[in-house]
T-cell receptor, first 116, second 117 residues
Framework: AQSVAQPEDQVNVAEGNPLTVKCTYS??????LFWYVQYPNRGLQFLLK??????LVKGSYGFEAEFNKSQTSFHLKKPSALVSDSALYFC??????????????FGKGTSLLVTP | GAVVSQHPSRVICKSGTSVKIECRSL??????MFWYRQFPKQSLMLMAT?????????EQGVEKDKFLINHASLTLSTLTVTSAHPEDSSFYIC?????????????FGPGTRLLVL
């Protein structure tokens, strides 16, 4: 099955420091990988995706992610964290095709807390 | 970017009643919409996939007679929780895929908080 794992329940970082939120994947074939962010009581907002091409993907709000095939990882990064980045982050992978198309399989989520 | 809305944002109902949640794609046409359920501090669990003009496809363990999904147009899908019980209390999130975009990106609604008393 196409799946992702987020090994950290929570990541704490001081404002201005670089942040990394980890994600590893397990897929058959080429992975289609995504990062979404969720603020309290809100839906998910798309940050970025990797389909093919450059291993470093740039997304919204200054976030980027690096696709590493040898380590089967797709870690989310930002050079300088902001307090407003505090939220729940989900890694996702495109699932298998069904009659309805592709669904997304999500990781359990990582809570990011950026302190002033 | 593409916008998906949900209505209502929050609903409280009595046990045994039915609740309808609407999901709309505001500036694009969505042939496929997805319904997810999220428990506190947990990930999203796909409940069903709905295609415009056809029956929804339900994930294993999801009762199709309890969670009725209708995708009547390219911009609207509805989820009806029938005979709701307290264990149905949850955060329900829909997403939609733009018909004119590559099939990978889903756009999510803001979610509906359901509380069944």
């Amino acid at each position: 099955a196409q799946s992702v794992a987020q090994p950290e329940d929570q990541v704490n970082v001081a404002e201005g420091n670089p942040l990394t939120v980890k994600c590893t994947y397990s897929v058959s074939g080429n992975p289609y990988l995504f990062w979404y962010v969720q603020y309290p009581n809100r839906g998910l907002q798309f940050l970025l995706k990797y389909i093919t091409g450059d291993n470093l993907v740039k997304g919204s709000y200054g976030f980027e992610a690096e696709f590493n095939k040898s380590q089967t990882s797709f870690h989310l990064k930002k050079p300088s964290a902001l307090v407003s980045d505090s939220a729940l982050y989900f890694c996702a992978v495109r699932g298998f095709y069904s009659n309805s198309g592709y669904a997304l399989n999500f990781g359990k989520g990582t809570s990011l807390l950026v302190t002033p | 970017g593409a916008v998906v809305s949900q209505h209502p944002s929050r609903v409280i109902c009595k046990s045994g009643t039915s609740v309808k949640i609407e999901c709309r794609s505001l500036d694009f046409q969505a042939t496929t919409m997805f319904w997810y359920r999220q428990f506190p501090k947990q990930s999203l669990m796909l409940m069903a996939t709905s295609n415009e003009g056809s029956k929804a496809t339900y994930e294993q363990g999801v009762e199709k007679d309890k969670f009725l999904i209708n995708h009547a147009s390219l911009t609207l899908s509805t989820l009806t929780v029938t005979s709701a019980h307290p264990e149905d209390s949850s955060f329900y999130i829909c997403s939609a895929r733009d018909r004119d975009e590559a099939q990978e990106t889903q756009y999510f609604g803001p979610g509906t908080r359901l509380l069944v008393l």
